[in-house]
């Protein structure tokens, strides 16, 4: 089945600093990739994602970049703020036309320190 | 529109119990997923149910049960408990379709279940 690796599990950084966590998948066939933030006692909300046919998007302070080759991905968050201090995990598709699933990484820790 | 609703929010229940937990999805959501979730895990997959039929699995094992209702509702049980089962259990609902994108999941606030 599908694998998703993600680094680093934890991540500290200055307010005002960038930050960025990086995925690498299995499946070559994977071609849909988000990205959910899970702050504490609630459940994980997508925060942006991409489809394989993009290289990069934008939201705001937040981008995705995708190295389909590569097979990796990476959330980049510029002018981190307190708020983003939260859990992030990276996904990717896997499965057959009908019937795709997710598959998540295990989670980044990321603490911005005012 | 109505968010993934999950109840109960907290449980507590001795080893050996069984425990059914509900999730309701969004509205014209056909597939439900749910995950266990504990420290340094990450999300791991259960089941998903779509159209009432479990359409993929997990690693898990049988005492991990599942069922979705004509309405979309899914229902998990756990039969004798464990102390490991101890973690927040997360479900998560999306269209389901054929479109990658479709599987794009919506997150209820998650069943923390305490086993002792």
């Known amino acids: 089945g599908e694998n998703v690796e993600q680094h680093p599990s934890t991540l500290s950084v200055q307010e005002g600093d960038s930050a960025v966590i990086k995925c690498t998948y299995s499946?070559?066939?994977?071609?849909?990739f988000p990205w959910y933030k899970q702050e504490l006692g609630k459940g994980p909300q997508l925060i942006i994602d991409?489809?394989?046919?993009?290289g990069e998007k934008k939201d705001q302070r937040i981008a995705v970049t995708l190295n389909k080759t590569a097979k990796h991905f990476s959330l980049h968050i510029t002018e981190t703020q307190p708020e983003d201090s939260a859990v992030y995990f990276c996904?990717?598709?896997?499965?057959?036309?009908?019937?795709?699933?997710?598959?998540f990484g295990k989670g980044t820790k990321l603490s911005v320190i005012p | 529109k109505a968010g993934v609703t999950q109840t109960p929010r907290y449980l507590i229940k001795t080893r050996g119990q069984q425990v059914t937990l509900s999730c309701s999805p969004i509205?014209?959501?056909?597939?439900v997923s749910w995950y266990q979730q504990t420290p340094g895990q990450g999300l791991q997959f259960l089941f998903e149910?779509?159209?009432?039929?479990?359409?993929n699995k997990g690693n898990f094992p049988g005492r991990f049960s599942g069922r979705q209702f004509s309405n979309s509702r899914s229902e998990m049980n756990v039969s004798t408990l464990e102390l490991g089962d101890s973690a927040l259990y997360l479900c998560?609902?999306?269209?389901?379709?054929?479109?990658?994108?479709?599987?794009?999941?919506?997150f209820g606030q998650g069943t923390r279940l305490t086993v002792v």
């Open positions: 998560a609902s999306s269209l389901g379709g054929g479109d990658p994108s479709q599987a794009e999941a919506f």
């Open positions: 499946d070559s066939a994977s071609n849909y």
């Open positions: 991409i489809r394989s046919n993009v």
């Open positions: 996904a990717a598709t896997f499965g057959r036309a009908g019937s795709y699933q997710l598959t």
């Open positions: 509205s014209g959501h056909r597939s």
């Open positions: 149910y779509f159209s009432e039929t479990q359409r």
